[in-house]
């Protein structure tokens, strides 16, 4: 009985421990972050962009969707071999998305245009094709 005794707390300890991330890969708000098909899903936290490396299979049309899970105002912005295109700002929780049309394929810049968040590390790179 004594050993169930000494079970019982660490066991109550244990359950209460775990992420809301809701699972492998996930955000703290359920989203998937990643390529799927033609959009590409970016967590932006305080300060950094999940995936921060992005591969895309080819050239073409692909719409960014950032979700913010961080305390302050950001914004994605896409940039590169005459692209240059970026979303509205969004709070924590907030939702946006843009379209980017990649004419060739090569290295792209991703990072928030706000303030000095990008040289906090708030930046990454797309590969296209």
């Given at each position: 009985m004594?050993?169930?005794?000494?079970?019982?707390?660490?066991?109550?300890?244990?359950?209460?421990?775990?992420?809301?991330?809701?699972?492998?890969?996930q955000?703290?708000?359920?989203e998937?972050?990643?390529?799927?098909?033609?959009?590409?899903?970016?967590?932006?936290?305080?300060?950094?962009?999940?995936?921060?490396?992005?591969?895309?299979?080819?050239?073409?049309?692909?719409?960014?969707?950032?979700?913010?899970?961080?305390a302050?105002?950001?914004?994605?912005?896409?940039?590169?071999?005459?692209?240059?295109?970026?979303?509205?700002?969004?709070?924590?929780?907030?939702?946006?998305?843009?379209k980017?049309?990649?004419?060739?394929?090569g290295?792209?810049?991703i990072y928030?245009?706000?303030?000095?968040?990008?040289?906090?590390?708030?930046?990454?790179?797309?590969?296209v094709?």
């Amino acid at each position: 009985m004594r050993k169930l005794m000494l079970l019982i707390p660490a066991a109550v300890l244990l359950a209460g421990c775990g992420g809301g991330g809701g699972g492998a890969g996930q955000g703290q708000l359920g989203e998937n972050p990643g390529v799927k098909g033609t959009i590409v899903t970016v967590i932006e936290k305080d300060f950094t962009l999940t995936p921060d490396a992005i591969k895309l299979p080819k050239p073409g049309t692909y719409t960014f969707k950032a979700v913010n899970e961080g305390a302050q105002t950001h914004n994605l912005e896409v940039e590169g071999k005459g692209v240059e295109e970026k979303g509205t700002n969004i709070g924590f929780g907030e939702k946006m998305s843009f379209k980017v049309t990649f004419k060739k394929a090569g290295d792209y810049e991703i990072y928030c245009p706000l303030d000095d968040h990008r040289t906090f590390g708030m930046e990454g790179t797309i590969t296209v094709g």
